[in-house]
């Protein structure tokens, strides 16, 4: 069926369909808001909230959202995502490329805890509000210490045997999580977060560390989980903004390495091995054992040739 030239350009138009910014020429809009209103007006996490959920955040909310992006910059590199910055760029990768590799890395295990725990504490809310404590209701400690074991013993069902955003493999106590719950704290005290989901964030560090010598307290991830949650984001984005968040510092690593320079740096010093865990030295049966050398400038000379630079370009 031929289509009229109008049919067309509608079929054009109706391809891509999206709310976030309407572009003609000489005129650029941003979820309504033309863009010369929004440049020197909004700050940074006032244009990530709009362009992600469609109004401007109000002047506390965009305060905790910023306070989130600062504490996930860095973490050192020791941190997979910032060497694989650094190591890409002594391979020879530009900027760009340096971080994509690294962003890329930002998957389940490394990267992906913020919302894993945003999904731990959405389950243990929906727990919640099933047995009447819902997002209405006041929340004692004790039904969230309840609930939060619950749900935890179901996800240790399901095979998920650390908790994530809880614990840390360097610091006994993350520096970075008390001060953002100290955060939440004091908006939910002027009644501009809920307060709910720091609840129920303490309420999962005390239901995993029932019957342990030593707590698993909350760390970046869990923190940050809980500023999202308490600000209505999608666990997904929780993940997506912490790589917003992240890719400062890959790209502060990335551009330190391109001015110090060096070429094909690996994970470690050469000056210290690795460990070889292999079959020690053993020899083929036919093998001479005193030494390969010989056999090999003779089959060397047997598959090449007859020119003698060869053996010197070899």
Request: aromatic content about 6%; charged content about 20%; overall charge negative.
């Amino acid at each position: 069926m031929t289509q009229s030239p109008e049919e067309l350009v509608e079929a054009a138009q109706n391809w891509w369909s999206t709310d976030i910014i309407d572009i003609h020429p000489g005129k650029i809009g941003v979820r309504g808001y033309p863009i010369e209103q929004l440049i020197g007006r909004i700050s940074f996490p006032q244009m990530i909230w709009l362009m992600l959920r469609g109004e401007l955040p109000s002047a506390d909310q965009a305060s905790l959202l910023e306070a989130a992006l600062v504490a996930s910059v860095d973490h050192g590199p020791h941190a997979p995502s910032i060497a694989i910055s650094r190591m890409s760029v002594t391979c020879g990768l530009p900027l760009n490329g340096a971080m994509a590799s690294a962003i890329n890395v930002l998957d389940d295990v490394h990267g992906g805890a913020g919302q894993q725990c945003m999904e731990l504490y959405r389950d243990i809310d929906a727990e919640l509000t099933e047995h009447g404590h819902g997002p209405d209701a006041p929340l004692a400690e004790a039904d969230a210490v309840a609930a939060a074991s619950t749900v935890w013993a179901r996800w240790n069902e399901r095979g998920v045997k650390y908790a994530p955003g809880f614990g840390h493999r360097f610091h006994p106590l993350d520096p970075r999580a008390p001060r953002l719950l100290g955060l939440v704290d004091d908006l939910a005290a002027k009644g501009e977060v809920s307060g709910r989901f720091a609840t129920i964030g303490r309420a999962v560090e005390e239901a995993i560390s029932a019957g342990r010598s030593r707590r698993v307290p909350m760390n970046i991830d869990g923190a940050t989980a809980v500023i999202y949650s308490e600000l209505g984001f999608a666990p997904e984005l929780g993940r997506g903004i912490f790589i917003l968040s992240r890719s400062v510092g890959i790209l502060a690593h990335a551009w330190e390495q391109t001015n110090q320079g060096g070429r094909i740096k690996g994970p470690m010093t050469p000056k210290i091995p690795y460990r070889y865990t292999g079959e020690p030295r053993r020899d083929l049966p036919d093998a001479d054992p005193s030494g390969t050398e010989g056999r090999f400038f003779s089959f060397h000379s047997a598959a090449a040739p007859s020119d003698p630079t060869d053996t010197e370009s070899a």
